[in-house]
């Protein structure tokens, strides 16, 4: 791995150190289990444009009442997400959804938890303008930040224009695929450190990709099949979200959400679109259970019949061999002005 990479991710994020110094960054030292990251086109974004993308990130100015940044419910010390049963936008007003992590977003082909985004940069572009999350329109962000000279100048450098949309999307994109976890207990014990698990998180890791069948959906090196599937979370309510089926118009998606990473997931709870379940122990009694039933209910649901010692080991694997000693813990960057 790359020394400066790896440096600079000890000390709370690799971009602490790209943010001051204007280096190029190096694409391709992925943390160890992960895949190489794929830029839209081929475009490889600079140090400047990460960074420039950082800012953005973290800047309630972003926001109608300079209250509400993307950290604001995707927060690094809450594992890119915001620790609620629901985001929370401009005068304090309250959502209908969980706060879906960051991490590892670089990886998924469908952002929002109803896979309404089909790219980082169109995500990034949908809470500005969320009447509930940010209230503001392109046009009206886009003046703010060109009112900001050290914004203004940034652009100039990375984009060569004045500040637009596109090079706001493109920019809180390029830092969004920067936060990376990987090089977890569960990678190092695959690459041949048979001590990198417990021995409980070692007989939680046969059940996930073996009896439980948790693989089927969490599948893949992050954990994610990238699919949308009925669990039966909220379907027992009066009017049940519809989750992908609005987007899709496809029956069979009817309460069905998109497969959420489950590297950090010890980091990001509470749990599910609708931030339901509030601890791992509740999400693995609730696939045990198989789910809630309704007429779309994934056909991979089902009554796993776990012992509460085999229920436990599931946790110790999904809380020690996925979280990582180099998690991405970025800080606040020093903002434009």
């Not at 927060?75 to 304090?92: L, W, Y």
């Not at 969320?130 to 930040?145: G, H, W």
């Not at 100048?153 to 830092?175: L, R, W």
């Amino acid at each position: 791995m790359h020394r400066a990479w790896f440096a600079a991710r000890l000390v709370g994020g690799m971009l602490s150190v790209l943010l001051f110094t204007g280096q190029s960054f190096s694409w391709g030292d992925e943390p160890p289990g992960l895949p190489k990251v794929v830029h839209p086109n081929g475009d490889v974004p600079s140090a400047k444009q990460i960074a420039l993308g950082k800012q953005l990130y973290f800047d309630p100015r972003l926001s109608r009442d300079n209250t509400i940044s993307c950290a604001s419910c995707h927060d690094p010390k809450k594992g890119f997400s915001n620790g609620e049963t629901f985001a929370t936008g401009v005068r304090n007003q309250v959502g209908g959804r969980n706060s879906p992590t960051v991490i590892n977003t670089a990886f998924q082909r469908f952002q929002f938890w109803d896979g309404r985004a089909g790219t980082l940069e169109e995500q990034a572009l949908g809470p500005i303008q969320n009447p509930i999350e940010m209230d503001m329109t392109l046009e009206e962000v886009v003046k703010r930040l060109n009112g900001i000279p050290g914004y203004r100048q940034q652009f100039q450098d990375v984009f060569g224009t004045d500040v637009n949309s596109e090079g706001i999307a493109k920019a809180i994109a390029a830092y969004e695929r920067t936060v990376l976890s990987g090089n977890a207990p569960y990678d190092q014990f695959q690459a041949g450190d048979k001590s990198a698990l417990s021995e409980s998180a070692q007989r939680g890791m046969k059940l996930f990709f073996g009896r439980a069948n948790c693989s089927a959906c969490h599948a893949g090196q992050n954990f994610t099949d990238n699919g949308f599937h009925n669990i039966g979370i909220g379907m027992d309510a009066k009017e049940p979200d519809p989750g992908r089926v609005a987007i899709s118009k496809l029956g069979g998606d009817t309460g069905a959400f998109k497969t959420p990473t489950l590297r950090e997931i010890a980091r990001s709870g509470p749990y599910m679109h609708d931030g339901s379940l509030k601890t791992l122990s509740d999400v693995v009694a609730h696939y045990n259970r198989g789910g809630i039933a309704n007429p779309w209910l994934d056909e991979e649901m089902f009554e796993m019949k776990l012992t509460e010692l085999e229920q436990a080991d599931l946790v110790k694997f999904l809380e020690e061999g996925l979280s990582s000693s180099t998690y991405p813990n970025h800080t606040p960057p020093e903002l434009p002005q």
